[in-house]
């Protein structure tokens, strides 16, 4: 308990704050150097990777012992530039099982994204159907309410009062 409220804070700061600005820092430069660019753009890459595998692992690995150091751990290895985790990470692991997968993964996210365009055009008209219907609900209540005005009798107008 104690470890995480330790470690969540120095997690938020280093694994991502400090990051953060230092990609910042690199894309400000008048002439941003490619190999930091590169160096950032794998950075988060491999963080994006970590947080996706990591809201499946803590449910199986939270209640190791010093997993939020780990975890810590893992985010400065990655940016510190005296170990190169990084460039090493994504060399020797992301880039070959994504090279490996990457039509089967392009195929599967077109089909995720025509699926979900189809549920979204679905939704759209049973939403539009839904609100077309309610309108003229309302429309037929506010026409069927007693006091409402009828269009005046032009006929009767025109010759002026009766006696």
């Given at each position: 308990m104690m470890g995480s409220l330790l470690t969540r804070p120095l997690l938020m700061v280093f694994g991502y704050v400090y990051p953060a600005y230092e990609c910042f820092k690199t894309l400000e430069k008048d002439e941003p150097d490619i190999d930091q660019l590169l160096f950032w753009c794998q950075y988060w890459i491999l963080l994006a990777a970590?947080?996706?595998?990591?809201?499946?692992?803590?449910?199986?690995?939270?209640?190791?012992?010093?997993?939020?150091?780990?975890?810590?751990?893992?985010?400065?290895?990655?940016?510190?530039?005296?170990?190169?985790?990084?460039?090493?990470?994504?060399?020797?692991?992301?880039?070959?099982?994504?090279?490996?997968?990457?039509?089967?993964?392009?195929?599967?996210?077109?089909?995720?994204?025509?699926?979900?365009?189809?549920?979204g055009m679905l939704l759209w008209q049973k939403a539009a159907c839904y609100g077309q219907t309610k309108f003229f609900e309302i429309l037929q209540f506010a026409s069927s309410q007693p006091g409402s005005r009828s269009p005046p009798d032009t006929a009767h107008n025109s010759r002026g009062k009766e006696n």
């Amino acid at each position: 308990m104690m470890g995480s409220l330790l470690t969540r804070p120095l997690l938020m700061v280093f694994g991502y704050v400090y990051p953060a600005y230092e990609c910042f820092k690199t894309l400000e430069k008048d002439e941003p150097d490619i190999d930091q660019l590169l160096f950032w753009c794998q950075y988060w890459i491999l963080l994006a990777a970590f947080t996706v595998f990591e809201r499946v692992g803590d449910l199986f690995m939270s209640w190791l012992p010093l997993y939020g150091e780990a975890k810590f751990a893992l985010c400065v290895y990655l940016w510190y530039p005296g170990t190169r985790g990084t460039t090493n990470v994504y060399s020797c692991f992301l880039k070959p099982c994504i090279a490996k997968h990457e039509k089967e993964i392009d195929r599967n996210l077109l089909r995720m994204k025509n699926r979900l365009m189809m549920l979204g055009m679905l939704l759209w008209q049973k939403a539009a159907c839904y609100g077309q219907t309610k309108f003229f609900e309302i429309l037929q209540f506010a026409s069927s309410q007693p006091g409402s005005r009828s269009p005046p009798d032009t006929a009767h107008n025109s010759r002026g009062k009766e006696n």
